[in-house]
């Protein structure tokens, strides 16, 4: 059974920074691509990021130069670090991977940005 589970969301003041973690078990982890999703109230989730297992890495253009995505296949786990965070970055994050021809969420993280 996959199981993904993010931490690191908190209150953070514009400028801030925050890592994000997430946890996969019941996968060979280094084989699979993993993804953060960022979704605020009323509107559609959004890809923030992508690592694959070979560690090639894409961004959103909203967070360009300012999120990195990275992974530990040691440890099964996907970081999303986050610099320069603005009240726009304000939303549940989510990890997620596809595996067994079907997408698996985490419960998500809440990030808020604000003074």
């Known amino acids: 059974q996959v199981h993904l589970v993010e931490s690191g969301g908190d209150l953070v003041q514009p400028g801030g920074s925050l890592r994000l973690s997430c946890a996969a078990s019941?996968?060979?982890?280094?084989?699979?691509?993993m993804k953060w999703y960022r979704q605020v109230p009323g509107k559609e989730r959004e890809l923030v990021a992508t690592?694959?297992?070979?560690?090639?890495?894409d961004y959103a253009d909203s967070v360009k130069g300012r999120f990195t995505i990275s992974r530990n296949n040691v440890y099964n786990r996907t970081y999303l670090q986050m610099n320069s965070l603005t009240p726009e970055d304000t939303a549940i994050y989510y990890c997620?991977?596809?595996?067994?021809?079907?997408?698996?969420w985490g419960r998500g993280t809440q990030v808020t940005v604000s003074s």
């Open positions: 019941g996968i060979n982890f280094k084989l699979y691509t």
């Open positions: 690592v694959t297992g070979g560690g090639i890495t």
């Open positions: 997620n991977t596809n595996a067994f021809g079907r997408n698996f």
